[in-house]
Every structure is written in C-alpha cells, then in structure tokens.
C-alpha cells in the first residue's frame, strides 16, 4: 500500500532571508487588536437603536399628553434596558479582552 504522503507535492517554503523580509514589510502574523470601547461609549451605541427610542419617544408622548404613570412605566423601562445592556456590553469587552490572548495561543 503506497504511503499517502509520496502523493503530496509539497514546496519547500520561504527562505530565512524571505521570511524576515516579509517580517519587516507586514510584521508578525497576528490579529489586529480591536477598539475597547469605553462604558460611555456602549451606553451611546444602546440609545441609538430604533426599538429604545420607540420606548423613550412614547414616553415622552404619554408626558405630553398628561399621562404621568404611563410615562415613568416607559421611561423606567427604556432606562433598565439601557443599564442591562451596558452592563452586560461592558462585561462582554472585558472579558473578551482578557480571554482571546489565551485562546489563540
């Protein structure tokens, strides 16, 4: 039975002298450090989505209109969600922060 790997054609590779010179041209091959983004940040990101300013736009509909209680109910959500989401945004940047070096290794 012939062995699979005389099937193989396979290149040496680079020379030393290519392989630095590629090294000094684009550096080490690694992934790109991605942005922190910073608590502040995050919470500007959530106050941005379309269904958050549907619940901050009709409560401030409800104050217009005179309907206090319905208007802090919506308003005490929209500001729940955005604190829940920080949180859990900022937490997530951490730990990914913290955790990916020790992946790719």
Known sequence: MPDASSDLHSTPGLSEADAQARLKTEGYNELPRPERRTPLRIVLEVLREP???????GGVIYLLLGDLKEAV?????A???VVITAV???RTER???Q???KILR
């Open 51 to 57: 269904m958050l300013a549907l619940l901050i736009g």
């Open 73 to 77: 109910i919506l308003l005490v959500f």
């Open 79 to 81: 500001t729940m969600s």
């Open 88 to 90: 859990q945004e900022t």
């Open 95 to 97: 730990g990914s922060s």
């Open 99 to 101: 955790n990916l070096p």
